[in-house]
């Protein structure tokens, strides 16, 4: 697919091009992920010429080492809970055999198809893509690799995202990323799965489905540090229940080679035996080398792009947009980010993204769904909530006898009773999350849901059918 992509040496900037035009481009992307493709495309609708320049694969992270491959691994990492549930309901199945390759080549075969819709669509557009590593020379001049040549740009757009980080310890080298977790020739027998965020919480259960004995390790207290702390200790609870050894207030300190894999030694003395050590301890923004302070666009602590409201950095032609700011680095707010940026500098439009009340979803097993504040947040703004918390097993799991529970909670503003969060951990939580935020975004009151006739037989109709209340003290 990637053949289709025009080499970078056909875009060189000559003396005579100059004279013809003040820029070679109106704007050139650098990064062509879910943010960057969109202000493209948008851009490019309005009249503006448009180049991307793209060192990897068209799509990014999301499509290509992330989000859509992630969740077709969570996907497979079911089945055999669908196998073993399927008793309950007059299914005879005998267990089958997983083969790790069929999975690996069928997920290479649908990346391989988004990456040419990608481009499709951005040739569609009339955005011409550039196969090459692009860096600033100074605010308005794009160097290309490998051949050194250059173009110009009236406005320039940074989309290059974020990558896994690693910190370093003795034997840190041993350890891979979830970049390579989407390639290895074989499943381990034993994985370590270090971070307590999306990502480790995630490929915990993946690995953990698929049959490998699993260990989540996290430095903290609790997973998924910033979610409610209702899910967070009921997710927990669930993944140990699953098989999952979820170690907190735990770190590794040195990792080491063994005949049979990898010996890890914790900071507390304790000696782990594994065959694979997976690192999911966060994502720094992908800044480095590109020149971007040597043109003048400041960086904040972590590398990200400082920016304002409407995605501006520090030098007036040169805009930011999703994880490479660091602000929240979710795919659905990248493309949000690209699209406002385009109203604003190309559809005479100023617009800002609002990023308060953003849904969410964690492909945890349990799934996580969320939108709003957490208790905790909500706690520190209002004087006054009312909490409705419901537990549960799911009518799905009945049949089978299994344990497995469901949870759901409302945080509502006593005063104004509008809701203010929203939190489930359950089947479909996702997806419950999605229409969840429409209400939350538009203001709905605890009144409003409890207007709302139920779908029945549904998990969702708790929603709307919580009556159940607990005052929290004012502080």
């Not at 879910?34 to 992270?61: F, L, N, P």
């Not at 074989?186 to 990502?199: D, F, H, Q, R």
């Amino acid at each position: 697919m990637d053949a289709m992509l025009v080499p970078a040496a056909s875009f060189g900037t000559s003396q005579k091009d100059l004279k013809m035009a003040e820029y070679d481009y109106d704007l050139f992307v650098i990064g062509a992920g879910s943010g960057g493709v969109r202000a493209a495309r948008m851009a490019a609708s309005h009249g503006a010429k448009v180049a991307v320049a793209e060192e990897y694969r068209v799509g990014g992270t999301c499509v290509i080492r992330g989000c859509v491959p992630k969740k077709l691994f969570v996907y497979a990492s079911h089945f055999p809970e669908y196998v073993e549930d399927a008793g309950g309901y007059g299914w005879s199945i005998e267990p089958g055999s997983f083969d790790w390759a069929t999975l690996i080549a069928n997920k290479d075969k649908e990346i391989d198809r988004l990456n040419s819709i990608y481009i499709r669509n951005l040739e569609a557009s009339g955005v011409k893509i550039i196969q090459s590593r692009a860096t600033l020379q100074d605010a308005h001049t794009v160097n290309l690799a490998p051949d050194g040549s250059s173009v110009t740009a009236k406005h320039v757009l940074i989309a290059t995202g974020a990558t896994p980080f690693v910190p370093e310890f003795p034997g840190s080298d041993l350890a891979i990323t979830s970049n390579e977790a989407f390639h290895l020739e074989a499943l381990p027998e034993k994985i370590m799965v270090v971070g307590g965020g999306y990502i480790a919480v995630e490929f915990a259960g993946i690995f953990n489905g698929l049959g490998v004995e699993t260990t989540l390790l996290y430095r903290g207290p609790q997973i998924l540090r910033g979610f409610d702390d209702d899910l967070r200790d009921a997710l927990a609870l669930e993944m140990r229940s699953k098989g999952i050894n979820v170690k907190t207030e735990s770190d590794i300190a040195e990792l080491e080679k063994t005949a049979s894999g990898l010996s890890a030694t914790l900071k507390s003395g304790e000696t782990l035996e594994t065959g694979l050590v997976m690192y999911a301890t966060g994502r720094v923004p992908h800044t480095a080398g590109l020149g971007l302070e040597e043109a003048g666009v400041e960086l904040a602590g972590k590398g990200e792009v400082k920016v304002d409201a409407y995605s501006q950095t520090t030098v007036p032609n040169i805009y930011a947009v999703g994880d490479v700011t660091d602000r929240m680095n979710l795919t659905p707010v990248a493309i949000r980010e690209g699209a406002a940026f385009a109203e604003t500098v190309y559809n005479d439009t100023p617009t800002a993204v609002d990023h308060s009340n953003i849904a969410t979803a964690v492909f945890s097993q349990p799934e996580i769904g969320t939108v709003g504040l957490t208790e905790a947040e909500a706690r520190e703004q209002f004087a006054e909530l009312d909490i409705y918390k419901s537990s549960f097993r799911p009518m799905k799991f009945i049949l089978p006898g299994r344990e497995e529970k469901m949870m759901m909670k409302l945080i509502v503003d006593a005063a104004s009773d509008k809701v203010v969060g929203c939190h489930i951990l359950g089947p479909d939580a996702g997806e419950m999350a999605q229409l969840l935020g429409i209400a939350v975004k538009m203001g709905a009151t605890k009144a409003d849901f409890d207007a709302t006739v139920a779908v029945h037989p549904t998990a969702a109709e708790e929603l709307v059918t919580m009556r159940e209340k607990w005052t929290a003290p004012a502080g």
